[in-house]
Nanobody, 123 residues
Framework: QVQLVESGGGLVQAGGSLRLACAAS????????VGWFRQAPGKERESVAH????????YYSDFVKGRFTISRDNAKNTAYLRMNSLKPEDTAVYSC????????????????WGQGTQVTVSS
């Protein structure tokens, strides 16, 4: 089974940028859809972006469209989330997860998760 480790979080001023990485080990990372999610204190986890195993399809939540970019490098077993024009409301723990197919991802069926990385955006 694939294991995921996120990195790249930190403290950044509003308007700044960060790039998160989701490194996978074990399993067949290249066959999975990868999703980025976030959870702010006192709020439920919400979907940020998904990317198909081939990179051929992506999905973005409305609140990040035009600011965030999801990508992956299957040769490195790593997915990325480039975050530009960050806002204080983007502050959250960001986690990545894998789904067995795009259809499962659309249904919200992610079955493997990393531990998350904290992103804090100051105003």
């Amino acid at each position: 089974q694939v294991q995921l480790v996120e990195s790249g979080g930190g403290l950044v001023q509003a308007g700044g940028s960060l790039r998160l990485a989701c490194a996978a080990s074990g399993g067949t990372f290249s066959s999975y859809t990868v999703g980025w999610f976030r959870q702010a204190p006192g709020k439920e986890r919400e979907s940020v972006a998904h990317i198909m195993w081939s990179g051929g399809a992506t999905y973005y939540s409305d609140f990040v469209k035009g600011r965030f970019t999801i990508s992956r490098d299957n040769a490195k077993n790593t997915a990325y989330l480039r975050m530009n024009s960050l806002k204080p409301e983007d502050t959250a723990v960001y986690s990545c997860g894998t789904a067995r197919s795009w259809g499962e991802a659309v249904r919200g069926n992610f079955d493997t998760w990393g531990q998350g990385t904290q992103v804090t955006v100051s105003s």
